[in-house]
């Protein structure tokens, strides 16, 4: 069951970040309990004396929706110490039918990857070297399913030496000379003495025991005997070698669980392998991909409440799969793949709406979750006094307040009362700010609702100065920033751009890039469609 997370906004406000906790409560309530309340960026201060007053945390913050590795169905292939042998390793590719393992460090980190194409090389490598480089006796044992015969063979580690095949030769001088020898021979008594009195490095018998005279032959040869004929001995001798020695450790490309499947996308292009080993944050070997994984991410699922537009919400958003919407505000630019379940009302607040959905799916929400709905349609509405305020946001806003047993007015009180002006004026303008694109001109425009809108607008040429900075590096046509006062039942305005877009959009005489609008307390209602009218 993958996640499905919903989310208000950047630069969230009360309306966002509750619509978010509200609406998973909601689906949550009715059994889906794949959904997760997000955000895109911290609570403001309002925000966390409310949460605070009911008992809520923040929603988890997200960053992103891009697909990334973790969303991939990579396979989980078993990850091999470098000292396990090469026949084992090869007889866990064939079982499982995968082409290419990764080698783990003894921390779980990757040392290597072994794919069919090493061990084949190996292999082929074999035809004109048959020197078996130092490896531990017990591998050996292993592969040649062999046990020691002697005391020597006890005290040995590791064995090294030349593979030979002892066939019964009429000249000693054919024979081999090289006490740096692994011996493999069947029932021949001549050959054995020989090989003992030389001290070869390793006596393999093939299908035969030692007979008590040649037992008791003095020797430093490590003596072992095999179930297997000695062709096959010859054989699977090798395979005993670990595949640390023959897997590739150098240039190997991997992928973490948090990178993009389109950066990965390019980098397989780059890096042509049969397969690609799978890191987390700890960089332990969690799975192996290959080129065909990246074909069907599983997308991201998102539910946007409180917004619409791709320029307001989660980056990646493109790559994700929208499930719903529930909004307020006008529809913009957003396209589906699907048809979505989309709910969008012209009311004062997100919240309304999902009082709403409570009540025709028969449910109450908690009088803590009532409480905190109440109080983001009181703010979102501004206590009421917003031209998007509607009779509806009224009535939910009165109807959850029942339900929590808390006065509307001390609700107000506590979000209002929350002081802004004691911010530096980068938090003040970046708290609430959105981006629009109105006919081809980006504008910003940016919202304090505050009680004390004299205190801030003596902070004029500190916040201009900044308005411009911002102006310039996001390349914008115009900025606003709306100082909305609750209690003069409008708003201020301090702008960057044309004086003559101002003049005409709203009918005031701006004096030194500010005005007063009275009445306007809502940003999409009464800013932004002006703006569109004269540039639309
Ligand atoms: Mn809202």
Known sequence: MDT????????????????????????????????????LGDPSDETKSVLDKFGFQAPKRIYNVFNQIRDLDFIKPPVLSTAITVGHAWDIMQEKNIGTLPVANEDGTLYGILSRDHVAAYHMSLITESYLQEVPLFNVLSVLEGTILNEAGETTDTISGNVVIALPQSQDTLLWQDPDSIVICGHQPYMIRRALEMNVKCLVLCETELTEELRRLPTKTCIITTPFDAYRASRLIFQSTPIGRICRTQEITSFHLDDRVEYAKEESLKHRESGYPILDENEQIVGMMNRYHLLRPRHKQVVLVDHNEASQSVPGLEEARIVAIIDHHRIADIETTNPIYLRNEPVGSTNTIIADMFRERGLIPSPKLAGLMAAAIVSDTVMFKSPTCTDRDIKAAQRMARIANISLDSLGKLIFSTSISKKSAKEMLTRDYKEFHIAG??????????????????????????????????KLTMIIFMITDVLLEGSHILYMGNDDVIQQAFSVAPKENTAFLPHVMSRKKQIIPMLTAIWG
Do not use: W
């Open 441 to 474: 001109h980006p504008v910003a425009v940016s919202q304090v609702t505050c009680m004390d809108s004299a205190v801030i607008l003596e902070r004029k040429d500190e916040l201009m100065e900044l308005m411009k900075e911002l102006k310039k590096e996001k």
């Open 4 to 39: 499905i997370y919903v989310t208000g906004h950047r630069n969230p406000d009360t309306d966002s970040i509750v619509a978010a906790i509200a609406y998973t409560a909601l689906r949550n309530a009715c059994g889906d309990r794949e959904y997760e309340a997000a955000c």
